[in-house]
C-alpha cells in the first residue's frame, strides 16, 4: 500500500534529463505555455506538443495511438475544460464530462505506455465551500463543495484519486499540484466565460478607450480570492516534477489574499480607468473565501516571487502587446 504521508516513491532524475521527452499538454493554454516556457529556459530540448486540433484528448483511441507512437518519458497535464464562475455555472455537464475524459485518458495511456512520471493539476475548487482558512490538504472531502463549480470540482477530485489509484496498484509515479486562481499572459479574456482578473482587466481596458463613465463588477465584491502568477505556477511545477514523489496532492498558492472589490481597484488603477465601478449582485458571489495553506510546498523549499502588482502591471502590458495592437 501506498505511504500516505507522501513520501513513498523517491523524487527522480527529471531535471538531469534535459534531452527527455515530456508531452506538456495544453501547451498553447495559460498553465501549458508557462510550463512550456520555464521547462525551455530550464534547458529541457525535447518537449512534444500538440494543439488541440491535432490531437483531441477526449477521443480515447487518438490519445492511445500517440502515446503508443511517441512513447514520452514525462507528461505534464496542463489541458482542460477551464473557465470562470459564469462558465462553471452555465456548463456543467461539459466541465464535468470533457475534464473526466482528458484525465483518465491522458493518465491510463501515460501509465500503459511507460511514461515515468506523470503531473496532474487540479484546482483549489475542490475543497469545500466552508473549508478552515488557510485551507490544508487534508480538508479534500470534508464537506459539500461550492454549487457554481462542484462538477468542475468533482472531475477534479477524480484526477486526484486516480493518481493515487495508480500509485497504489501499480506503483507508478503519479502526482497532483493544486493551484490557486491564476493569471498572466495567454491568460483567456473572454467578457462572460473568463476569469475575474482577465475578466476585468479587459472591461477596464475597454471602458478607458470609450470614455465610459462606469464598469460593471460581478457580486458584491466580498468574496476573498487569492492570485498566483501564472510564472510561478509554472516553477512550481518544474520543481515537483523534480522534487516531490508523494501520494497526497500539494497546494500551490501565493499566501496572498483580496477581496474582489480590492482586486478591483488594483486593476483600475493599473490599466488608468478613471471612471466608478457599478457592483452587479444579480451575480453570484461563489465561495467566500479560498486561501490555500501552501506551506508544504514551503516545506520542500519552494516559494512564489511575482507580487501580485507587478504580475498585473506585466500581465496588462501583455495584453495591450498581444491582443489590443492585434486587433488593431
Ligand atoms: N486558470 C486558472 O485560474 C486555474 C487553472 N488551473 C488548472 O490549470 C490547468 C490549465 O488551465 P489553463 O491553462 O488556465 O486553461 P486554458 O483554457 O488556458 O488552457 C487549456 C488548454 O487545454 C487545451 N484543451 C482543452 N480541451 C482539449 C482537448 N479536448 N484536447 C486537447 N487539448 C485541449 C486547450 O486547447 P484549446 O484552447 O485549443 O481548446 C488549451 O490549450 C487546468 O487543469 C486547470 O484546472 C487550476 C487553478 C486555477
Ligand atoms: C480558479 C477557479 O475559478 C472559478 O472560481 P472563482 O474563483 O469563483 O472564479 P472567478 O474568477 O470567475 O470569480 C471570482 C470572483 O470574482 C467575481 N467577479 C467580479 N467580476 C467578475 C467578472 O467580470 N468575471 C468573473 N469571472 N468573475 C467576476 C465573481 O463573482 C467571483 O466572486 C471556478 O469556477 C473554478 O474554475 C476555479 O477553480
Known amino acids: 500500500m501506498a505511504d500516505t504521508t507522501g513520501s513513498d516513491m523517491k523524487p527522480d532524475s527529471f531535471m538531469s534529463e534535459k534531452s527527455a521527452k515530456i508531452f506538456v499538454a495544453g501547451h498553447r493554454g495559460l498553465v501549458g505555455s508557462a510550463i512550456v516556457r520555464k521547462l525551455q529556459e530550464s534547458g529541457f530540448t525535447n518537449l512534444i506538443l500538440r494543439t488541440h486540433s491535432e490531437l483531441d484528448l477526449t ?26 464562475i459564469h462558465a462553471n455555472n452555465t456548463y456543467p455537464a461539459d466541465f464535468i464530462a470533457v475534464n473526466l475524459q482528458i484525465q483518465t485518458n491522458v493518465i491510463h495511456s501515460a501509465y500503459t505506455h511507460g511514461v515515468k512520471k506523470l503531473l496532474f493539476l487540479g484546482s483549489s475548487c475542490i475543497y469545500p465551500k466552508f473549508a478552515p482558512q488557510p485551507i490544508p490538504e487534508s480538508a479534500l472531502l470534508t464537506g459539500p463543495l461550492e454549487p457554481t463549480n462542484e462538477w468542475y470540482a468533482i472531475a477534479k477530485i477524480a484526477g486526484i484519486k486516480m493518481c493515487q489509484a495508480y500509485r497504489i496498484q501499480h506503483k507508478w509515479d503519479a502526482i497532483s499540484g493544486m493551484p490557486t486562481n491564476l493569471y498572466g499572459q495567454n491568460d483567456n479574456f473572454h467578457p462572460e466565460n473568463s476569469h475575474v482578473l482577465p475578466a476585468l482587466m479587459r472591461r477596464f481596458h475597454e471602458a478607458k478607450a470609450n470614455d465610459a463613465e462606469e464598469v460593471v463588477v460581478w457580486g458584491s465584491g466580498s468574496p476573498l480570492r487569492e492570485f498566483l502568477h501564472v510564472d510561478d505556477l509554472a516553477d512550481a511545477c518544474v520543481f515537483l516534477m523534480g ?86
Open 59 to 84: 477521443n480515447q483511441n487518438d490519445v492511445e495511438s500517440f502515446f503508443s507512437t511517441e512513447k514520452p518519458a514525462y507528461v505534464i497535464l496542463a489541458a482542460a475544460k477551464v473557465g470562470g
Open 243 to 328: 522534487r516531490y514523489s508523494g501520494f497526497e496532492h500539494v497546494n500551490v498558492g501565493s499566501g496572498v489574499e483580496v477581496t474582489i472589490k480590492e482586486l478591483a481597484e488594483l486593476v483600475k488603477e493599473v490599466v488608468g480607468f478613471q471612471g466608478k465601478l457599478v457592483w452587479d449582485c444579480s451575480k453570484p458571489d461563489g465561495t467566500p473565501r479560498k486561501l490555500m495553506d501552501s506551506s508544504k510546498l514551503a516545506s520542500l523549499g519552494w516559494t512564489p516571487k511575482v507580487s501580485l502588482r507587478d504580475g498585473l502591471r506585466q500581465t496588462y502590458d501583455w495584453y495591450l502587446e498581444n491582443v489590443v495592437q492585434k486587433k488593431q
